[in-house]
T-cell receptor, first 113, second 115 residues
Framework: AQSVTQLGSHVSVSEGALVLLRCNYSSSVPPYLFWYVQYPNQGLQLLLKYTSAATLVKGINDFEAEFKKSETSFHLTKPSAHMSDAAVYFCAVSVSSASKIIFGSGTRLSIRP | DARVTQTPRHKVTEMGQEVTMRCQPILGHNTVFWYRQTMMQGLELLAYFRNRAPLDDSGMPKDRFSAEMPDATLATLKIQPSEPRDSAVYFC?????????????FGPGTRLTVL
């Protein structure tokens, strides 16, 4: 069975600072990994996904994530936070044979002026 | 651009009433998912369909919830009778499987309040 653990339910950074949101996964087979973002009063939106090609995945809005098999991690980063990045971020895992995605509990990102 | 649409966006009803939520998936997508989001439970998968056939509804309370796809352009989630604990935001997502798990595209959600 697959699962993801997001470390930290709430992360606060200053505008312009590095954003680091942590995600660790558990999977007995090679995983597919996703990061979704949810802005207030909206549905989830795909930021990026890992599908066993390059281990460093670039997404929208300058976000990127690196797949590290040895650490079973898929952390999300952004070099410089903007106020508009304030949202809830979800890490998710699936496998090639499945349709459904298992979502983490989410991390709320706050940006300080 | 193509989007998943959901109606209604907001619904307030009284306990015991029937509630029907509708979803129009992105044209060409063959997989539809229903989720429920609450502060306490987070995002829960209720059911999903591929090519209009239900594949998994294990997350759905069977006694009061039902999900259907009358045709490829419409998915419905019905609660009868509704209870206050059903208050949540219900999301529909659609996807197209291409050699791996679907990338899911979410609708804006239906915010349900049961009094």
């Amino acid at each position: 069975a697959q699962s993801v653990t997001q470390l930290g339910s709430h992360v606060s950074v200053s505008e312009g600072a590095l954003v680091l949101l942590r995600c660790n996964y558990s999977s007995s087979v090679p995983p597919y990994l996703f990061w979704y973002v949810q802005y207030p009063n909206q549905g989830l939106q795909l930021l990026l996904k890992y599908t066993s090609a390059a281990t460093l995945v670039k997404g929208i809005n300058d976000f990127e994530a690196e797949f590290k098999k040895s650490e079973t991690s898929f952390h999300l980063t952004k070099p410089s936070a903007h106020m508009s990045d304030a949202a809830v971020y979800f890490c998710a895992v699936s496998v090639s044979s499945a349709s459904k995605i298992i979502f983490g509990s989410g991390t709320r990102l706050s940006i300080r002026p | 651009d193509a989007r998943v649409t959901q109606t209604p966006r907001h619904k307030v009803t009284e306990m015991g009433q029937e509630v029907t939520m509708r979803c129009q998936p992105i044209l060409g997508h063959n997989t539809v998912f229903w989720y429920r989001q609450t502060m306490m439970q987070g995002l829960e998968l209720l059911a999903y369909f591929r090519n209009r056939a239900p594949l998994d509804d294990s997350g759905m309370p069977k006694d009061r919830f039902s999900a259907e796809m009358p045709d490829a352009t419409l998915a419905t989630l019905k609660i009868q009778p509704s209870e206050p604990r059903d208050s949540a935001v219900y999301f529909c997502a659609s996807g197209q499987r291409q050699g791996g798990p679907d990338t899911q595209y979410f609708g804006p959600g239906t915010r349900l309040t049961v009094l």
